[in-house]
């Protein structure tokens, strides 16, 4: 009597090799609230949010239990200090786009005798001109030079809090009354919000 074929189970596909070493991290150090349950009952990071693009790094070899240290890196602070407000965020970005901008004219040389919007001929292009006057005026409208320096460090160039109020000597908590203060500036400034 020849035997019967039981029907295969579903295989569940491998998790990639990164985020399966990601998952494993955050599960022994105890960092499993990005961690969410997929169809074949395995932890798996939960795509789209902030916290599953933080990427964990161990020192030695990988092994927590070994005494390996454990570092968070890519956090945008934007994105990662939770009690900014929409128009916080929103000014922020805004702020960081207008000084990217106006940083291309290092970056894309051109021939000097090519003709650029203005009819002028070579020079830097109006875009670029026009970011960065608007971010002048927007580093005009912070005022103090306190809160001027901190929104330039932690938004245009994307230092964590920690490393600014270490180079400031500050605490962590003054660093980040200030970036609020500063953004709640730039907010009032872009019109996202009436002034206080």
């Keep these: 009597m020849p035997k019967k074929a039981r029907p295969a189970k579903a295989q569940a596909p491998k998790l990639p090799k ?31 949010t902030a916290e599953a693009r933080r990427v964990y790094e161990v020192s030695n070899d990988g092994h927590t239990s070994t005494g390996g240290i454990v570092r968070v890196r890519n ?34 040389p051109m021939r000097w005798t090519e003709r650029v919007d203005g009819g002028r001929t070579g020079g830097i292009a109006d875009s670029v001109l026009n970011a960065g006057r608007a971010h002048a005026a927007a580093t005009r409208a912070l005022g103090h030079w306190d809160v001027a ?10 230092q964590p809090v920690k490393t600014v109020a270490e ?14 203060v500063g953004l709640d500036l730039l907010a009032v400034h872009y019109g996202m919000m009436m002034g206080r």
């Design 18 to 48: 990164g985020e399966a070493e990601q998952v494993r991290i955050r599960r022994e150090v105890g960092h499993d609230f990005a961690l969410r349950n997929d169809a074949f009952g395995r932890k798996r990071l939960t795509s789209g």
């Design 75 to 108: 956090v945008d602070p934007l994105v990662g200090i939770t009690s900014l407000s929409r128009q916080q965020r929103e000014a922020g970005l805004r702020y960081r786009e207008h000084f990217r901008c106006s940083q291309q004219a290092d970056i894309k």
């Design 149 to 158: 320096t901190v929104v330039r460090k932690v938004v245009c160039l994307e």
């Design 167 to 180: 180079q400031n000597g500050e605490g962590r908590d003054v660093v980040t009354k200030l970036l609020k």
